[in-house]
């Protein structure tokens, strides 16, 4: 009897990585079985700052640095969160693009940093798994021939063959608080509790693999390559239970090590470079993946101690906290850190290439909330470097406060230079498109006249087949008096969504209270519109699209997405989801829309829209998109402009990844102000996408064109 399963499917860097916790009826026992086989395919685009460049830098003797104006930060909230830091007293240091951009106190001072311990400490394991002596798959007493006991009682819970790994690193074994011989307080998987025990635990299992002392290979290995030396870390012995094991000195991971800021910031630098240091793959980047963001399995697991930590299972990776959640929404989703007691931080933010060390005295708790404290530190920070001065006084791109955290899947984007952007159809935008059945593109463009010969009059909707590949179409405009629509701007019917089944065009109209549905069946020449309109929320819905003539669907379904508002041009704080049965797409009664995902991971539907959910969600920034099935790299790409002035020629955009129509969501790419407008509404035709789905071609209403630019893909591998 099954009477919990999810799972969650990690491409990329973590290979193909499914978990199920279950409990098996005949054996009364917990599996965790984590079965890891190369990804044949995987990622698509990469957070722009996510994973180091040629241009990254690195300390060397000592931090480079730069002036606040120079890393694009503003210098008076970054002050404003010093303030706040120099409340509890200690040190601390701010770096952006791998130099210091602001310290404060004393940078070689060591700081007892507790619970920080726990975040450093799990390098150990990353190396072990890296090294293929542990997985998180492991049982712990296989590892360990004496784990769990003392003290003796646990022996007799039948939980302790049940302990993996991956439950010691993400605090649900179920071992009491204090660091020394604890009891289990419940069954391994069931619950959430921060725990020094267990962690403890771990690094046994670690040292025991190696046969090693933790500290000396973590000075060897990660230390000494960071230019870290013994007078800026200390690593005291087990303070809780005998200084040895096996002859071999026993270290700690819940509590132990000492270290000045500095030292700290390049741990920090280590992840947010997803564990490369210079040209050294010190940690597999998969690994640092999984440890900076919450395992599904666990972010639904009720905590022990609900009213100390709240939702904590929700925000916590392998020993790192995170905000994967949005529970600090003024800080990007990616966004994770290392907690200690006195409020040592470890803070990185890989969408704003951000690392953050402060150590010292606590911070007064004015809140019952566990993660206020935090506030008003983290979010000056995060102000001080979204800034619209400070980022024009940068001068870089940046991928700044995407919603969510970055993709696991992708390891870097690479755009075609700005001059090789192919422009066609001068003064029209829009274009979404499809793949159709005689291998033409069939798209919809507005307020313009088409492609060359245009029009002899402007059109609010016209209609064009594109014929060829990406660097080398003609596009053809296809007259149609029962398609075609006039009138500017919102006032006039504009096409948002277009798609082909079994040789049937459908197109998405928005602008027409809110939405509605016209069908072909002749390729464009004529069609028909529906009886009927989505009349709530849906105001500027989009098909997503797989292979030419809907080759390759998951499933027997059509799925439309658009922003949650009625009106095209209103940006919202969500996305929402509908799907119909392909045969039944002119039927309004056969739409089910999204309402959410159930306790054992399955999306779940309703008939109701007034019930439909958010699919995505961020604040104030959802807005007109596209989205595409890659087949190559089994994924599903959605692009979303963020709302501005006037997108055509400037702005942002932000582009997501998902192993399923409904997620979960990761960011692959975000940027508030491009290096080109990305237009209106941007997609990756798949007819454009190469079979390994390592190349793609943005289409996009940029320069209020039919605007294409190639984009290269590197894929994320395990430990290079």
Known sequence: MVLAMTKRQVFGPFMFFPIMFMYQSNKSRLRVAIAQTLCAAAGLLSAATANAQPTDVFPDGAWRTATPAEAGVDATLLDKARQYALAGGGSGIVTRHGKSVITWGDQARRYDLKSTTKSIGVTALGLAIGDGKLKLADAAAECHPAFAVPPENNAQTGWVNEITLLHLATQTAGFEKPGGYTRLLFRPGTRWHYSDGGPNWLAECVTLAYRQDVRDLMFKRVFTPLGIAAEDLSWRANAYREHAIDGIPRREFGSGISA???????????????????????????????????????????????????????????????????????????????????????????????????????????????????????????????????????????????????????????????????????????????????????????????????TNRKLSLGLARVIGGPANFTGVNVRSPSGERTGDGAAGPKASGMLMVDGVLYMWVRNTGNSQLATSADRGQTWRWADWRLTTSFGCPTFLNFGRNYAGARDRYVYVYSHDADSAYEPSDRMVLARVPEENILDRDAYQFFAGMAADGRATWTGDVTKRAAVFESPGRCYRSGITYNAGLKRYVWCQIIPGDDTRFAGGF???????????????????????????????????????????HLVFSGDDCFSVRRASLELADFGR
């Open 260 to 454: 000045n800021v500095e030292a700290m910031a390049r741990i920090g630098y280590l992840y947010l470079r997803r564990g490369r240091w210079k040209d050294e793959q010190i940690l597999p980047a998969a690994f640092v993946d999984q440890a900076s963001t919450t395992v599904d399995v666990v972010k639904d697991v009720p905590e022990h101690d609900a009213d100390r930590f709240g939702d904590a299972s929700a925000h916590y990776g392998l020993l790192w906290w995170n905000n994967t959640d949005g529970t600090l929404p003024g800080v990007p989703r990616d966004a994770y850190w290392s907690w200690g007691l006195y409020d040592s931080l470890i803070l990185v933010i890989p969408s704003l290439d951000l690392v953050v060390a402060r150590a010292g005295q606590s911070w007064q708790r004015n809140s019952d909330e566990h993660y206020d404290v935090l506030k008003p530190f983290f979010e000056p920070i995060v102000s001080a470097a979204t800034s619209t001065s400070a980022n024009q006084a940068d001068g870089r791109q940046h991928s700044d406060t995407a919603p969510y955290p970055r993709s696991a899947a992708i390891a870097s984007l690479h755009w075609a230079p700005a001059s090789s952007i192919i422009r066609r159809a001068a003064g029209s935008d829009n274009w979404p498109i499809t793949w159709m059945d005689n291998d033409e593109l069939f798209t919809a463009y507005g307020d313009g006249r088409g492609f060359k010969p245009f």
């Open 654 to 696: 932000g582009v997501y990844d998902a192993p399923e129509p409904w997620g979960p969501w990761t960011t692959v790419y975000h940027t508030s102000r491009g290096d080109v407008g990305p237009g209106e509404t941007a997609h990756f035709p798949t007819k454009w996408m190469s079979l390994d789905g390592l190349t793609m």
